[in-house]
């Protein structure tokens, strides 16, 4: 471990970011709850000299989806077919904010020895003006979830243990460390074992017992990480923020072991795009990372401050619906037979988020076989909550809560 304090790239200040009203947000205290609440928050910890650095884990960045020149709804199935995993490049920019994530720990005070993860943004002259005002609005999400003293602290999101910024202008947020796996990861790995179990013919080598175990613990696996995302996203809008980034790599996993499902405690985490939808700030100046989404929200009509929340809330809903689909697709199939992109493409374009001509274009494929039969569960119960998620009318779409409490979504076909 390399000390923040002798690092020479850290400066000594205890400041978090540089803008003034961020600097009192970030020395802002997480008051303590009663001493009978064992759900208390510390203060956030400012201070460079209480982390220590360890090794580089992971880097990522942000994936900007512009425009799509895709084909139209068609009922051309031999096109349809050969469209998929497609995306032409034009249409899908990458963001300029490139995030590092290092292991490190707690150096001093009551949580010393703490294992923490930093998620470092890059300063302004490497990722420009947007990057600080992302690592800002992550940490003013983060300190608004955890102050909260009226409810218990959800479990099911990310929990921020404070930060510091380097002499080059790095914001490096820490948090805590319940595990570095995601759900991206944990789908791209359950495919790649689908895929294990066949020749390049096609032909199976498991046995029916062996296949049966693994479908239904994938089953069981996937239906507590959705129920575990979407109720960190309830928690979310109980409180004011939407999440905006929802995907199956912001979701922050502890295990990606099946077996170990009773265990499985899924986290959201990226909160870089979350917007405050207090009624009070729907009527002020727009946060440049919202103007899309408020774009969007006009169009569909929605101008009055209520009408706006309501759009906001329905829009993290429709994505959830994708990452729904994502789950249900992409661990049941052979590595490279779907993916997230040619997913949303197929839902968006070639379906038109007609959900039924979507599960009739699945049927005739063997390779989507586990995906159609695990939403088909319960006479079709996965197909009928995705079909409400993505519905067209943002205002038919189901809110997090009653996402939660649908059949698909209760276990009770497992």
């Known amino acids: 471990m390399l000390s923040a304090a002798n690092n020479p790239f850290l400066s000594s200040r205890v400041c978090f970011f540089r803008f003034g009203e961020l600097n009192l947000s970030a020395r802002l205290n997480l008051r303590r709850r009663r001493a009978g609440d064992r759900c208390c928050k510390a203060s956030l910890i400012t201070n460079s000299d209480s982390f220590e650095v360890g090794r580089l884990i992971g880097s990522y960045g942000f994936m900007n989806i512009t425009s799509y020149s895709g084909p139209q709804s068609t009922t051309d199935t031999e096109y349809m077919a050969g469209d998929i995993g497609r995306l032409r490049a034009q249409d899908v920019g990458e963001g300029s904010v490139k995030i590092r ?39 003013s999400a983060h300190a608004s979830l955890q102050s909260n003293t009226k409810s218990v602290a959800c479990s099911n999101i990310q929990v921020l243990i404070g930060g510091f910024e380097t002499k080059t202008g790095e914001q490096w947020l820490a948090f805590r460390n ?6 991206a990861g944990y789908a791209q790995v359950a495919s ?40 960190g996203l309830a928690y979310m809008h109980d409180h004011e923020r939407l999440h905006q980034s929802l995907g199956p790599a912001s979701i922050a996993l502890n295990t990606i072991v099946e077996k170990d499902a009773a265990y499985l405690v899924p986290r959201l985490r990226d909160l870089a795009f979350s917007v405050d939808i207090r009624y009070s700030e729907l009527n002020g100046n727009s946060n440049p990372l919202s103007e899309g989404l408020w774009r969007r929200a006009s169009a569909a009509g929605a101008s009055t401050p209520m009408e706006k929340r309501a759009f906001g809330i329905a829009d993290d809903i429709y994505e959830a619906g994708l990452l729904l689909a994502c789950l249900s697709f992409i661990p049941f199939c052979e590595a490279g037979v779907m993916d997230s992109l040619s997913l949303r493409r197929l839902f968006e374009n070639t379906f038109q988020l007609d959900v039924q001509a979507m599960r009739e274009y699945c049927l005739a494929d063997d390779r989507l076989v586990e995906a159609v039969k695990f939403l088909d569960l319960g006479d079709g119960a996965g197909w009928e909550l995705l079909q409400a998620m993505l519905n067209h009318d943002y205002r038919q779409r189901p809110i997090a809560e009653a996402v939660l409490n649908h059949r698909f979504l209760a276990g009770a076909f497992l």
Do not use: C, H
């Open 101 to 139: 994530l290092y292991e490190g720990r707690i150096a001093q005070g009551p949580q010393r020895g703490s294992s923490v993860i930093f998620k470092v943004y890059p300063g302004q002259q490497v990722g420009g003006f947007e990057a600080d005002l992302m690592a800002a609005n992550e940490l």
């Open 178 to 183: 319940d595990g570095k796996y995601t759900a």
């Open 192 to 231: 790649e074992k689908m895929s294990k179990y066949s020749d390049v013919g096609g032909q199976t080598f498991w046995n029916p017992f062996e296949k049966s175990e693994t479908i239904k613990r994938r089953r069981y696996f996937i239906t507590k990480l959705l129920q575990g995302a979407i109720r």
